[in-house]
């Protein structure tokens, strides 16, 4: 199995999702995996971790979903692996629920979101972003 941590969805796979015109509610799973350091590309001179970073992004994303109809369903420090191998774990596990799958792609592309994302990305070494239905 091949894993590749990433900070952004692909355009095609946003595409994808804003296509779908399912009310079926998703959950997606995030691994996320921060920065020892945050690195904001605009130059800015905060020094502060790569959590403290991402806190910030998560803070206001977390109030963005739950006024657009989506919640939190859980958020932890990852611990360690029971079942399986993987070299580096990631540091959080956090599952965020959305109404639907173009709910949640037109709240990634809010332009408040796009906004916030900076500090997403200046605290992100890499994530997946796992994307589940109820069976």
């Known amino acids: ?30 691994l996320l995996k921060f920065r020892e350091k945050a690195v904001y590309k605009d130059g800015r ?36 692996v029971v079942i399986g191998e993987i070299e580096g774990l990631w540091d959080v596990a956090a599952i965020m629920e959305y109404p639907s799958r173009a709910a949640f792609q037109r709240i990634v592309t809010l332009p408040e979101v796009q906004e916030i994302s900076v500090h997403r990305e200046a605290g992100l070494e890499g994530q997946l972003l796992i994307m589940t239905e109820s069976m």
Not at 45 to 58: L, V
Not at 61 to 67: L, N, P
């Open 45 to 80: 001179s905060d020094n502060i971790s790569g959590r403290e970073a991402y806190q910030r992004y998560s803070n206001a994303m977390t109030k963005i979903v739950e006024r657009e109809g989506g919640r939190i369903l859980f958020a932890g420090k990852i611990a360690g």
């Open 1 to 30: 199995m091949k894993v590749e941590n990433a900070v952004y969805p692909t355009a095609d796979g946003i595409k994808a999702l804003a296509r779908d015109t399912s009310s079926t509610k998703i959950a997606m799973l995030n």
